[in-house]
């Protein structure tokens, strides 16, 4: 869910730069024979066991798990399998390989996931994962984990809420999978586009994250290129596109929100907190506010980029 300075993904109670279907290189976990145990982990343990993963559940589990369950019933391929629960009661999933967008200190994003063909496929994932959701109705008794269940709204989906690089798959053919639906809940379909604009164009305040650690997009140019060719992916209306910008702010304050609160009881935000996660996203805003006018014309800009 949260961003370090400079992109390092960290998902607080579950995997870092990846999540908990992805696997990177891993290490044997002596307490449980046949078991690996994933990089990343923060405050609990993931381990791949087999052809599957096994991670902690929460209380929002039943609502994604239904979501992922009508995905799955009309075909849509770009989310985890869920395979149900072993026998200690963790959640297990398929486990999914393929090239995932980690980064970190001295680590850039993996080549393909710098480019402009990585926008348009992330902007296309995200139409078809919107327009998959026809049909479906979540469950108002169901709570997810960052708000109480209810029905959808006109014009809402399920928004997953974290569509990022670190949480991105690229399997062998090409196909991308989404993972990491822990912060998913319902809301406009804006959101989605709006937060993977944030970090796939990328919007940030930090231009040697972008030059360095994201190693694409070090100028103004780049990034508005980048958002212009995510939209198109998308498809997004001339009504969406003027609008992007500002939901892209309102992601990322509400992101800060949502770190200081659940560091008031997770020691793991905690930690994000004081990594300086929240203060980013702040700042962020108001790099977006402060180049608006030159993001906004690309955004209107109809010509193909």
């Known amino acids: 869910m949260a961003v370090e300075p400079g992109g390092m993904a960290i998902e607080p109670g579950g995997m870092a730069a990846g999540g908990p279907e992805a696997v990177t ?4 976990d002596p307490r449980a024979a046949g078991e690996t145990v994933l990089h990343g982990g923060n405050t609990s343990v993931v381990v791949r066991v087999g052809d599957t993963v096994c991670r902690t559940p929460g209380p929002w589990n039943p609502a994604v798990h239904a979501l992922l369950a009508h995905l799955a019933r009309v075909g849509f391929h770009g989310a985890p399998e869920v395979r149900g629960f072993d026998e200690r009661g963790r959640e297990v999933l398929a ?10 200190p001295g680590q850039p994003l993996p080549q393909w996931f710098r480019t402009d063909d990585a ?6 994932w995200l139409r078809r994962f919107h ?6 109705a979540p469950d108002p ?20 809420h974290d569509v990022a690089p670190y949480n991105t798959i690229r399997g062998p053919g090409g196909a991308l999978t989404v993972i990491d639906w822990d912060f998913c809940r319902p809301g406009d379909p804006l959101e989605d586009l709006a937060f993977s604009a944030w970090q796939w164009a990328p919007l940030w305040a930090d231009e040697r994250a972008r030059r360095e650690d994201h190693a694409a997009a070090p100028e103004l140019a780049d990034v508005a290129r980048r958002l212009c060719v995510l939209a198109q992916g998308y498809r997004a209306t001339p009504a969406q596109r003027g609008g992007l910008l500002d939901a892209a702010i309102a992601q990322m304050l509400q992101h800060a929100d949502d770190v200081e609160g659940l560091a008031e009881a997770d020691l793991a935000f905690r930690r994000l907190v004081e990594a300086g996660v929240a203060r980013n996203a702040r700042l962020d805003a108001r790099w977006v506010e402060r180049h608006r006018a030159r993001l906004q014309a690309a955004l209107d800009d109809p010509s193909p980029h």
């Not at 486990?95 to 970190?104: A, D, F, K, S, W």
């Not at 327009?131 to 479906?136: I, L, V």
């Not at 708000?147 to 399920?158: H, K, T, W």
């Open 25 to 28: 290189a891993g290490r044997t």
């Open 95 to 104: 486990y999914v390989p393929g090239e995932v967008g980690v980064l970190g």
């Open 119 to 124: 926008c348009m496929a992330v902007g296309d």
């Open 131 to 136: 327009e998959a959701q026809r049909g479906f």
């Open 141 to 160: 008794a169901l709570p997810w984990r960052m708000q109480a269940g209810r029905e959808l709204l006109a014009g809402e989906v399920v928004v997953h």
